[in-house]
């Protein structure tokens, strides 16, 4: 456990309270006790939520596992972790419907020279997250946070300009979460209410007056049930459904919108009820999904699949991707604007009926910023992220960024927990944590624009941002 970074955590902290990539670690702790040999380990990304301080730990431990006899198997993105790889398969050429297809395979070196290689290109250089030529510049208008001491805080006091993208740094564990998932989140949400500054025993925020609105935009899964999809839950699907019913077969029928809905009595294909398959029972055995023979897997009841629209009935509608979506409804601005934030964050491969439930947690949270940035935007919003990076690739790091910045433009401000240094480095302001983990952090090491930090001696992340340079 000490060896690969969670010596900060307590022996009767419960499961519920880990994150995802401590979960992942204290299985592979077990493994690394264990002494097994002739394995093949499958791991999912190790290094989420991981500090690059953190992943180089964690790429030692793996490299034990291997040099004990054991094969690893490894879905990842992160560089460094890449560079201890014997082997690379790198899928592509796009995502989704446009991936699928392993475009290169072999050594490091090998997959640099690919050109095929997108991952390859990032990784030579030849493709790389640009940096801003120039930082906005701070003003007298702060978010102060002062005498925060919940959990490893100890009585931490920072200022967050406003109008700027602000980034929490830090190795895991070192209270990055606690700071502006527990205290700056839901004071600000309770001083836009009262329109004032707030105290609590755990922390005080001031400044709140710079700001109208707070969007906090986790990890956290959406779309609990099996009928949430993703064109219902960025508010697309209501308005194909108004253009379906407007269509003259639609009115020659007397349809309407609800007929258009795969929710509703009216829309729903009655043998499998809006949900395109039918759920068999196995006894014994896990319980699986067929087409469903009458709507073959549409959705949708026969009179209102007989409406199309550019030869489309709404059935096939739900297939299309965000790309594919985006021409065919070329004409209908609404429509395209929703469509383009999805794409804007490179979520332009899933499809408009795509099931919330299949979505990962990076994909949840791009498609929750999609939805804000279809809406209007005050230009005064604090905007909260926790790792956005989280299980993206590099390209689609910088869609990421644009998007981000854009937001930022437009007057309003961003506060990002983040690892990954391609990221870090856009920030225009830096707040460092540490200088542990645990008991051993949760005070302020380092702040400044990345430049600055990189040049602090004692802060971890400086380390890294000088090294990456």
């Not at 401000?413 to 540490?434: C, F, P, T």
Request: glycine share 10%; hydrophobic share 35%.
């Amino acid at each position: 456990l000490f060896r690969i970074g969670l010596h900060y955590l307590s022996l009767d902290r419960t499961a519920p309270t880990l994150s995802g990539g401590e979960t992942q670690r204290i299985r592979l702790a077990r493994q690394l006790g264990s002494g097994l040999t002739g394995t093949l380990y499958v791991l999912d990304e190790p290094t989420i939520g991981l500090h690059p301080h953190d992943t180089e730990r964690l790429n030692q431990a793996l490299i034990h596992l291997k040099s004990l006899g054991n094969t690893l198997l490894m879905v990842e993105h992160d560089e460094e972790t890449l560079k201890i790889a014997d082997h690379l398969i790198d899928f592509g050429p796009g995502a989704g419907n446009f991936g699928g297809v392993a475009v290169a395979q072999g050594t490091l070196t090998e997959l640099k020279e690919n050109e095929n290689s997108l991952t390859g290109q990032y990784l030579s250089g030849k493709k790389s997250l640009p940096i801003p030529k120039k930082r906005r510049p701070i003003t007298d208008e702060t978010l102060e946070v002062r005498n925060a001491k919940l959990h490893n805080l100890k009585s931490l006091s920072v200022s967050i300009p406003t109008k700027a993208l602000t980034c929490v740094t830090g190795v895991s564990g070192s209270g990055k979460s606690t700071l502006v998932q527990q205290i700056i989140a839901p004071l600000v949400a309770q001083g836009l209410e009262q329109n004032d500054h707030v105290k609590t025993p755990y922390g005080e925020v001031y400044g709140i007056s710079h700001l109208d609105k707070l969007l906090s935009i986790t990890q956290d899964p959406i779309g609990h049930t099996s009928r949430s999809d993703v064109g219902t839950y960025c508010d697309l699907l209501p308005k194909v459904r108004q253009l379906f019913a407007m269509l003259p077969e639609a009115a020659l029928r007397g349809l309407q919108p609800r007929n258009f809905s795969f929710n509703h009595l009216k829309g729903m294909c009655t043998n499998c009820w809006g949900l395109g398959y039918k759920r068999i029972e196995m006894l014994f055995l896990p319980a699986i999904q067929i087409e469903c023979p009458v709507c073959k897997g549409m959705r949708l009841n026969p009179v209102s699949l007989e409406v199309k629209y550019l030869g489309k009935h709404f059935g096939e509608i739900l297939k299309t991707t965000v790309e594919e979506a985006k021409e065919l409804f070329k004409n209908h601005r609404p429509i395209v604007r929703i469509l383009n934030t999805l794409s804007d964050v490179g979520l332009d491969y899933l499809q408009l009926g795509q099931k919330m439930q299949t979505l990962s947690g990076g994909e949840a949270q791009r498609i929750k910023l999609s939805r804000e940035l279809s809406k209007r935007s005050t230009g005064r919003t604090l905007y909260i992220l926790d790792e956005p990076s989280v299980g993206l690739h590099a390209d689609d790091i910088a869609k990421l960024i644009r998007v981000i910045q854009k937001l930022v433009d437009k007057g309003n401000s961003v506060i990002m927990i983040e690892h990954h240094l391609g990221l870090i480095k856009q920030a225009d302001y830096l707040l460092d944590l540490g200088p542990e983990a645990g008991e051993d952090g949760g005070e302020l090491i380092a702040s400044g624009t990345p430049e600055e930090v990189a040049k602090i001696e004692h802060s971890i992340t400086g380390h890294f941002l000088k090294k990456d340079r």
